[in-house]
């Protein structure tokens, strides 16, 4: 079983930064890797950034250049670095992991960016 609890999120002017975070039940090294997703009002959940150990990052072309996904493994918490917010970045975030081919989801925390 895996539990992964977010958190960071809030409500930022546009231009502003928020740094999530997302804690993990246990050794991350557990996973091949974790991501981020955000699903906006109306919208589908879209993949924002997946982190896969040993190898490179992957950004939405959304996010690319203002977002940074990274990890402390030490703590088991993989971190969302997001700057120059914008508004259409506003949606609840979160933290995602598969594991023995099950997927773990957190409960999501909200980001709001104001213009």
């Known amino acids: 079983q895996v539990q992964l609890v977010e958190s960071g999120g809030g409500l930022v002017q546009a231009g502003g930064s928020l740094r999530l975070s997302c804690a993990a039940s246990?050794?991350?090294?557990?996973?091949?890797?974790m991501g981020w997703y955000r699903r906006a009002p109306g919208k589908q959940r879209e993949s924002v950034a997946t982190i896969t150990w040993g190898a490179s990052a992957n950004y939405a072309d959304s996010v690319k250049g203002r977002f940074t996904i990274s990890s402390d493994n030490a703590k088991n918490t993989l971190y969302l670095q997001m700057n120059s917010l914008k508004p259409e970045d506003t949606a609840v975030y979160y933290c995602?992991?598969?594991?023995?081919?099950?997927?773990?989801w957190g409960q999501g925390t909200q980001v709001t960016v104001s213009s």
């Open positions: 246990g050794s991350i090294f557990r996973f091949n890797g």
């Open positions: 995602h992991t598969l594991h023995n081919r099950a997927d773990y």
